[in-house]
C-alpha cells in the first residue's frame, strides 16, 4: 500500500530536504552515504529509478497519487508519499513544481574514469563548467548525439543539482559519467586509456570541426572549457589537437552548451 501523507505543517522535518536543504546540504560531505538529490517530473523520475537510483520520499500534487505518479508510487515500496494541492507546494517550495512532482533519492556512488572509459569510444570531458544549466544542456547533447559518457574536472558545477537534472531531462542517468580526482593529470590518465584529446578552442592552428583526422581516431575525448574563459592554456597545450567550429559573420564563439551540441554532432560520428 503506498504511503500517502497530506501536508499539514510546513515545517516538519521531512520536508526539509524539498524546501530547506541547500544543494551543498544536500550533497552531505560529511556523511557521503547519507547524500541525496532531488529528481522531479515523471520522466527525470523513471529515468533515476531505471538507473537503479534509490528513492527515499516523493512530494506530489494530491491529484498525481492517484493519477500519473501511480506507478512511480508503486516502484518505491513503502517510502514516505507527501502531498498537497498546488498552490500549498508552490508555497512551500517557492517555485512551481514541473509536472507536480519530486523525488528525493541517494546519490549513487560514482565509478571511476577507467572504468566508464575502458569500452567508450567518444567521450565529453568538461572542464570547470560552472552554471548547472550548461551542465544540463550538454547532457542531453551527449546522450542524442552519441557520447558514450562524461567526464568532469571537480571544481565544475554537479550534473546531480536540481537544474542541472532538470534541464538534461534525465539524462544524466543514462549517459555515464564520473569526476576526475582533484590532484589527476587527467589528459594522461586518457591518453593511458588510448584516447586522443581534442580540446574546442580558438587558436591559430586549430584544426576545423570537420577535419578527417578526428573522425578517423578511434577513441577520441572533445575537451570543453568553462564558460568565459574556456580551456586553461595548460590543458590545450596537453591536448593532441585543438579544433574550431568554422563560424559566419564575424562570430568568435559559442556558449559552451551550444558547441558542444556541435561538436558532438561531427566528432560523434565514426569513419
Not at 523525488?103 to 572542464?127: F, G, K, S, T, W
Not at 571544481?155 to 534525465?170: C, H, N, Q, T, W
Not at 588510448?194 to 572533445?222: N, Q
Amino acid at each position: 500500500m503506498p504511503n500517502i501523507i497530506e501536508i499539514a505543517e510546513f515545517a516538519a522535518p521531512e520536508l526539509d530536504v524539498y524546501a530547506r536543504m541547500t544543494e551543498n546540504q544536500l550533497v552531505c560531505r560529511r556523511d557521503p552515504t547519507q547524500a541525496l538529490f532531488i529528481a522531479e517530473s515523471p520522466v527525470v523520475i523513471e529515468r533515476a529509478l531505471d538507473a537503479g537510483c534509490v528513492p527515499v520520499s516523493f512530494l506530489m500534487e494530491t491529484k498525481h497519487a492517484a493519477g500519473k505518479g501511480r506507478e512511480l508510487i508503486a516502484r518505491c515500496g513503502g517510502i514516505p508519499v507527501y502531498t498537497a494541492p498546488e498552490e500549498v507546494l508552490t508555497q512551500l517550495t517557492g517555485f512551481h513544481l514541473t509536472r507536480g512532482m519530486l523525488c528525493a533519492m541517494r546519490r549513487p556512488v560514482l565509478p571511476r574514469a577507467e572504468e566508464i572509459c575502458r569500452a567508450a569510444q567518444r567521450i565529453a570531458v568538461l572542464e570547470n563548467v560552472m552554471n548547472p544549466t550548461n551542465i544540463g544542456a550538454i547532457f542531453r547533447s551527449a546522450a542524442a548525439l552519441g557520447m558514450d559518457a562524461v567526464l568532469l574536472t571537480d571544481e565544475g558545477s554537479d550534473p546531480l543539482y536540481r537544474r542541472a537534472i532538470r534541464v538534461s531531462m534525465g539524462t544524466v542517468f543514462q549517459v555515464p559519467w564520473t569526476y576526475f580526482g582533484s590532484d589527476e593529470p587527467w589528459t594522461q590518465t586518457l591518453r593511458g586509456l588510448g584516447f586522443r584529446t581534442a580540446a574546442m578552442a580558438l587558436k591559430a592552428d586549430s584544426l576545423r570541426l570537420d577535419d578527417p583526422r578526428l573522425a578517423a581516431c578511434e577513441k577520441l575525448a572533445v575537451v570543453l572549457g568553462t564558460e568565459g574563459d574556456g580551456l586553461a592554456e595548460s590543458t590545450i597545450a596537453d591536448c593532441d589537437w585543438t579544433v574550431r567550429i568554422p563560424m559566419a559573420h564575424g562570430v568568435d564563439s559559442l556558449n559552451v552548451a551550444a558547441a558542444s551540441a556541435v561538436a558532438f554532432w561531427e566528432l560523434g560520428k565514426r569513419s
